[in-house]
């Protein structure tokens, strides 16, 4: 009986599938050394989130790929390129319904408390405007009377 690992070959090699292997950029530019300050030639082997492309994304050889890897921590290292980017992005729904009504409630008790801030320091502002006024009028007559 055949092993699987034959069964898997043989069925690859009746089907074979026709595609075109990616040529790398390296050589494309017809790059010679791949140096760790070029941070816009190691940024294309970086995806979105900073993170390295592997071989058959790239396109790179083995050889290549271990240069990138290496100039990518190096230059990681020294600052120029980041470890870990955030994206953005949005949930969509999912089992955490019940946690959004919580959510609402807490910022609309929020807004409020916002909103009270908001008119106690206008009335303060308010009162502040007329102690300057009348301190204002206070000098005047103080200089009208000498």
Known sequence: MASKKNKARSARDANPR????????????????????????LSRFMSDRAK????RVAGNDLQQQREVAN??????????????????????????????????????????NAEATENENDTSVDGDDTSVDSGADASTDQTGED
């Open 18 to 41: 026709k595609f075109k292997k990616k040529t790398s950029v390296l050589v494309i530019e017809k790059v010679e050394y791949v140096d760790y300050k070029d941070v816009d030639l």
């Open 52 to 55: 390295i492309k592997n071989r």
């Open 71 to 112: 100039a990518i921590k190096i230059a990681r290292e020294m600052a120029l390129l980041p470890y870990a980017t955030r994206v953005a992005s949005t949930r969509t729904g999912g089992r955490r319904g019940d946690r959004d009504d919580r959510r609402s409630d807490r910022d609309s008790s929020n807004n409020e």
